[in-house]
């Protein structure tokens, strides 16, 4: 077992938060962690809230995949911790006409 | 993206939990098991936001029902289910969330998964499996404390015995009922063994509850033969109002 501690919730506590910057929502895509190169889906991330921001790190290496952070009237958004994010290109279709 | 809520009726589910029936008159509607942030401002200007997760079935009404368990440091809970009347008007965000859902598609049998007030998003798939007439074979796994603070008790149990839509398996962590077959205690894997389904069914399971919870239950799920990619969580946090 790893030594982290369980103050975490899933990547699925930040669709709200990334739902202020994305058109669709990316917890259900699949993410490829740059460290570890496990791809799982946003959702399974480890999500750490408790900060000035939001920290998603991989749920199978811990290497940090997001940062999302706001300082003063900025949103900073840092995701170099992901090779790749894969979305549902039929939800991509769904989300345009729920806003249509 | 903040939509306005009007509150059109509140429910005491328990001592502790109460259901917020909110009019969203421009809800564009939501999937079982998905969730809103609610956010409340105060006059100075402070502002808390919170995710509830949503209790009801999707429907084609502009109604959601939220159900919040008071915390006793709670920033936010304490105002939910004490301080706010019918009438009264929220803040949303949502609904939010497109992977701890249950749509009504999905054939292969399911396992739910609750500790305490987890319950809340997969009541919102019990009773969507029930309004669309899906066959889908559920069943309930459902830690709780004790009897007084099981949510949804009636409507469980006519969907058990008489509905046969979900079969409920309760286990008590602190005081079980006299008479009840196995003493209080945490979940364990003889009990994910003999209420879960076979793991050779390869069911979806949905797991929420707080942290620990989660992490107890999906390793004995995994130890049982679940894989992982067909279990889905959902963790709240014990500092944050998260339901």
Redo the contacts between chains.
């Keep these: 077992m790893s030594s982290h501690t369980?103050?975490?919730?899933?990547?699925?506590?930040a669709?709200?938060e990334l739902?202020?910057i994305f058109a669709m929502?990316v917890?259900?895509a699949k993410g490829q962690c740059a460290h570890c190169g496990a791809t799982k889906?946003?959702?399974?991330a480890h999500l750490y809230?408790?900060g000035p921001g939001v920290v998603a790190r991989c749920a199978v290496c811990e290497h940090v995949l997001l940062r999302l952070v706001n300082v003063r009237q900025r949103v900073f958004l840092d995701v170099r911790g992901m090779t790749y994010l894969s979305l549902d290109a039929a939800?991509l279709e769904a989300s345009s006409d729920?806003d249509a | 993206m903040w939509r306005v809520g009007t509150v059109v009726a509140l429910h005491d589910e328990t001592a502790t939990a109460r259901t917020i029936t909110l009019k969203v008159s421009d809800w564009t509607g939501h999937l079982a098991g998905q969730h809103v942030d609610v956010r409340l401002t105060a006059s100075d200007g402070y502002s808390a936001v919170r995710s509830y997760s949503i209790a009801s079935a999707p429907n084609s009404e502009t109604r959601i029902e939220l159900t919040v368990e008071r915390l006793r440091d709670g920033e936010v809970s304490p105002y939910l289910t004490q301080e706010l009347a019918v009438g009264d008007r929220l803040e949303l965000r949502g609904p939010i969330g497109g992977w701890f859902v249950w749509r009504t598609q999905q054939t292969e049998p399911i396992q739910l998964v609750a500790g305490g007030s987890g319950i809340v998003p997969l009541m919102a798939m019990i009773r969507s499996r029930v309004s669309a007439c899906s066959a889908a074979s559920f069943r309930l796994l459902y830690s709780v404390r004790e009897p007084g603070a099981v949510l949804y008790r009636d409507e469980l149990e006519a969907l058990s015995d008489h509905d046969h839509s979900v079969s409920v398996t309760y286990a008590y962590t602190r005081v079980a009922p006299k008479d009840w077959p196995r003493p209080p205690g945490r979940i364990d894997a003889a009990l994910i063994a003999n209420t879960t389904w076979p793991s050779n069914l390869a069911p979806t399971c949905y797991v929420c509850g707080p942290t620990s919870f989660v992490e107890t239950a999906t390793g004995l799920l995994n130890a049982s033969g679940n894989s992982s990619d067909k279990i889905r969580t959902e963790r709240f946090g014990s500092t944050g109002d998260r339901q």
Aim: zero cysteines; hydrophobic letters at 40%.
């Design positions: 369980y103050d975490y919730l899933d990547g699925n506590a669709a709200g739902s202020k929502d917890t259900a889906r946003f959702a399974e809230m408790l939800q729920l």
